[in-house]
């Protein structure tokens, strides 16, 4: 049976969310992710507990270390840059107009490698936030793992 709620429409501008307090000590290296939808764990005026969707910005050299989200599966597109993503022990070049899906449980990193900033959307869902999605540092990315020059 359709909800007979009022729809409720919700937006907001990238500019009006802060940046996380993401940190190195948790593999998130010169990273500028803001959770643009999601639920109060995350932040967002949003409230939804279904999807935290996210806007990230990568400065040359920038990383988010191997991890894994044990709750909650991530897709992510690329907007602008040249990347490098990975999936257990292989990284793949990903350019603008990319899409990713990595299922839950799976590790993956991602890492800018180009000379520019590179720029992406994504979420995690089911969940509304990362605390919700989990996350598990496993590791830095490390030279074996850095197979896109």
Known sequence: ???TAEPRHFQ????????????????WQSVDIRWMV???KAGSKAG??????WRTRFQPGAAHARHYHPNAAEA????????AAGTG????????????????GVVHWFRNA?????????????????????????GDV???????V
């Open 76 to 83: 992510f597109f690329i907007i602008r840059g040249r990347g």
């Open 142 to 148: 490390t030279s074996e793992y850095r197979q896109v």
């Open 38 to 40: 999601g639920n109060e």
């Open 1 to 3: 049976m359709p909800d």
């Open 12 to 27: 907001i501008h990238v500019k009006d969310v802060p940046s996380a307090a993401v940190t190195a000590e948790d593999g």
């Open 89 to 104: 022990d292989e990284e793949h070049e990903v350019l603008p107009g990319t899409a990713l899906y990595i299922p839950a």
């Open 114 to 138: 180009g000379d520019e900033e590179l720029e992406l959307v994504g979420c995690y869902a089911p969940g509304g936030s990362l605390e919700d999605a989990g996350y598990v540092f496993v």
């Open 48 to 53: 939804s507990d279904e999807i935290c969707f």
